[in-house]
């Protein structure tokens, strides 16, 4: 099965900041990627899918990219309600496995 | 709107079976495949169980397999999980989620349910 890992495990950044989250794949899933941002106490919600198309609704400071087995959620002008826990997952076959997740604190 | 309800969580005694409910409404539950996917404690998303939207096809993570089941009525717009042999470490938040025709990321997700094994 393929793993997905992402890094870092958890981050601290400023309101306004610039901030990545990595995930890698064990092989490659061409663009079949999906990410997914979750507040506490709550249920994930969709952000972007195909690697880089973003989820109607979800504001343009999200952005992906990548292709293969390395991809990228950045987030430009980082906003307190982006205090979270994000997840990346391949979707292009069963199972359909999640990253272990990224836990992004505002200072 | 589009609406995903699960329903049935609670505690459970190990070796026990539950059924989980998921009640969709707002949009045509008979064409799109559900997924089921947990969250134990503390823990990170895992996914559980994928059905087709006719209910022929269904996939499962190897943690569950033999042990649960997902299943589907059209009729009643409700998705199922049975939960058979539970273990402690089943212990988790359950959400159903729909992905989109055609593919198997997911767009809807409900609020989830509890199920909590323990003697």
């Known amino acids: 099965d393929i793993q997905m890992t992402q890094s870092p495990s958890s981050l601290s950044a400023s309101v306004g900041d610039r901030v990545t989250i990595t995930c890698r794949a064990s092989?490659?899933?061409?663009?079949?990627l999906a990410w997914y941002r979750q507040k506490p106490g709550k249920a994930p919600n969709l952000l972007i899918y195909?690697?880089?198309t973003l989820q109607s609704g979800v504001p343009s400071r999200f952005s992906g990219s990548g292709s293969g087995t390395d991809f990228t959620l950045t987030i430009s002008g980082l906003q307190p309600e982006d205090a979270a826990t994000y997840y990346c997952?391949?979707?292009?076959?069963?199972?359909?496995?999640f990253g272990q997740g990224t836990r992004l604190e505002i200072k | 709107q589009v609406q995903l309800v699960e329903s049935g969580g609670g505690v459970v005694q190990p070796g026990r079976s539950l059924r989980l409910s998921c009640a969709a409404s707002g949009f045509t539950f008979s064409s799109y495949a559900m997924h089921w996917v947990r969250q134990a404690p503390g823990k990170g998303l895992e996914w559980v169980a994928v059905?087709?939207?006719?209910?022929?096809?269904?996939y499962c993570a190897d943690s569950v397999k033999g042990r649960f089941t997902i299943s589907r009525d059209n009729s009643k717009s409700t998705l199922y999980l049975q939960m058979n042999s539970l273990r402690a470490e089943d212990t988790a938040v359950y959400y159903c989620?729909?992905?989109?025709?055609?593919?198997?990321?997911?767009?809807?997700w409900g609020k989830g349910t509890t199920v909590t094994v323990s003697s």
């Open positions: 997952q391949k979707y292009n076959s069963a199972p359909l496995t």
């Open positions: 989620a729909r992905p989109p025709p055609g593919y198997y990321y997911m767009d809807v």
């Open positions: 092989q490659g899933i061409s663009n079949y």
């Open positions: 059905l087709s939207y006719d209910g022929s096809t269904e």
């Open positions: 195909a690697a880089s």
